[in-house]
């Protein structure tokens, strides 16, 4: 057993030091990035925001809504090719969409097929997100060499890790452009309650981040965002894009029926690892696993408009306090302290 004692933080845990800004409104500050990926040689500009891939989260219309602020859709692993399609036809730009992937036989039969048609209509996928829990198995390092083998020009994303030698790995050995980060952060996931594995996110970034940037990759930050301050922090600690997941629940364009309860309208949330993901999807929960994410009712918030107007907003506010006058430049900007109290709660 070893026992690392170094401090690990969240992103409550710090706040940025303001600093003199030659910046004078946040109309000046550039929101967009623009990347050109490690192994699939590729070239992407946008706002480097992207909604997960969860089926109470990336709809179509999602897609329609965020491809509009240059923002990225994850799309889940279930959603339907031929919706897809549908939505490109309509005029919307395939560089913002992203499809998902598990690591199984029957995931990449399913993957290729889902390819093919996409190309047999002429929309050409920029992104596959190879998606598992648990990004320490041997087996994804293998299922990446093969999708990279047969896409040699799609920019790969795979994950969750939380640590430096796996990222390396990801990136060295699974030929992966940019690594997902982030185990038990979410706040419908439950992983560090039932298995007691995880880092907290701000650290967890940090360490990825350096490992990444130091092999001329990416790192995306999946987890722990509950204020647009934290999307800002995200980019502080090095993260290139920052994927959300709860503060675009719960919106019309969010998937799923508006629930009526009292005069109050809700929407479902939960995690991909939850029963009622595993019941929806799979038929239950197996006996050999037990759920790992949570069923929650959030309060509906209308059209996601406003949500993305809040966080880019927020991330604007933070590049005029510590001048920065890109979103790229977050980082080299950052001087972060740690706090114990980050806000007055005398008002709850």
């Given at each position: 057993?070893?026992?690392?004692?170094?401090?690990?933080?969240?992103?409550?845990?710090?706040?940025?030091?303001?600093?003199?800004?030659?910046?004078?409104?946040?109309?000046?500050?550039?929101?967009?990035?623009?990347?050109?990926?490690?192994?699939?040689?590729?070239?992407?500009?946008?706002?480097?925001?992207?909604?997960?891939?969860?089926?109470?989260?990336?709809?179509?219309?999602?897609?329609?809504?965020?491809?509009?602020?240059?923002?990225?859709?994850c799309f889940h692993?279930?959603?339907?090719?031929?919706?897809?399609?549908?939505?490109?036809?309509?005029?919307?730009?395939?560089?913002?969409?992203?499809?998902?992937t598990g690591i199984?036989?029957?995931?990449?039969?399913?993957?290729?097929?889902?390819?093919?048609?996409?190309?047999?209509?002429?929309?050409?996928?920029?992104?596959?997100?190879?998606?598992?829990?648990?990004?320490?198995?041997?087996?994804?390092?293998?299922?990446?060499?093969?999708?990279?083998?047969?896409?040699?020009?799609?920019?790969?994303?795979?994950?969750?890790?939380?640590?430096?030698?796996?990222?390396?790995?990801?990136?060295?050995?699974?030929?992966?452009?940019?690594?997902?980060?982030?185990?038990?952060?979410?706040?419908?996931?439950?992983?560090?309650?039932?298995?007691?594995?995880?880092?907290?996110?701000?650290?967890?970034?940090?360490?990825?981040?350096?490992?990444?940037?130091?092999?001329?990759?990416?790192?995306?930050?999946?987890?722990?965002?509950?204020?647009?301050?934290?999307?800002?922090?995200?980019?502080?600690?090095?993260?290139?894009?920052?994927?959300?997941?709860?503060?675009?629940?719960?919106?019309?364009?969010?998937?799923?029926?508006?629930?009526?309860?009292?005069?109050?309208?809700?929407?479902?949330?939960?995690?991909?690892?939850?029963?009622?993901?595993?019941?929806?999807?799979?038929?239950?929960?197996?006996?050999?696993?037990?759920?790992?994410?949570?069923?929650?009712?959030?309060?509906?918030?209308?059209?996601?408009?406003?949500?993305?107007?809040?966080?880019?907003?927020?991330?604007?506010?933070?590049?005029?306090?510590?001048?920065?006058?890109?979103?790229?430049?977050?980082?080299?900007?950052?001087?972060?302290?740690?706090?114990?109290?980050?806000?007055?709660?005398?008002?709850?």
């Amino acid at each position: 057993m070893k026992l690392e004692e170094g401090i690990k933080l969240d992103f409550n845990d710090v706040l940025f030091r303001p600093k003199r800004s030659t910046l004078s409104s946040r109309k000046e500050v550039d929101v967009e990035r623009e990347y050109t990926f490690k192994y699939s040689g590729r070239k992407w500009k946008g706002v480097p925001i992207i909604s997960s891939n969860m089926d109470t989260v990336s709809s179509i219309d999602m897609f329609k809504k965020l491809s509009q602020h240059k923002m990225l859709t994850c799309f889940h692993k279930f959603i339907e090719i031929d919706d897809v399609i549908t939505c490109i036809k309509e005029g919307y730009d395939a560089q913002y969409m992203m499809l998902s992937t598990g690591i199984t036989d029957k995931d990449f039969v399913k993957l290729q097929l889902n390819i093919e048609k996409l190309r047999e209509n002429n929309i050409d996928l920029q992104f596959i997100c190879i998606d598992v829990a648990n990004g320490y198995m041997f087996k994804l390092v293998e299922f990446c060499q093969m999708v990279r083998m047969i896409f040699p020009n799609i920019t790969l994303v795979a994950g969750s890790v939380v640590s430096r030698e796996i990222t390396e790995e990801l990136i060295i050995n699974g030929r992966i452009d940019v690594v997902r980060v982030g185990i038990g952060s979410g706040a419908v996931c439950t992983t560090r309650l039932q298995t007691g594995v995880g880092i907290p996110q701000m650290s967890a970034v940090i360490e990825c981040a350096d490992a990444a940037h130091g092999l001329n990759a990416c790192i995306i930050s999946d987890g722990g965002i509950c204020h647009p301050g934290d999307v800002s922090k995200a980019y502080g600690g090095g993260a290139d894009f920052v994927m959300i997941g709860s503060m675009f629940a719960g919106h019309e364009e969010s998937p799923g029926d508006i629930i009526e309860e009292k005069g109050e309208k809700y929407k479902l949330y939960y995690g991909m690892s939850s029963d009622t993901a595993m019941n929806k999807h799979h038929g239950g929960v197996a006996s050999y696993r037990s759920s790992e994410g949570k069923t929650v009712k959030v309060p509906y918030k209308g059209s996601v408009e406003g949500t993305v107007q809040n966080i880019l907003g927020g991330v604007r506010s933070t590049c005029t306090y510590i001048g920065a006058s890109r979103v790229k430049d977050i980082h080299k900007c950052a001087t972060f302290v740690r706090v114990n109290n980050q806000v007055n709660n005398f008002y709850k």
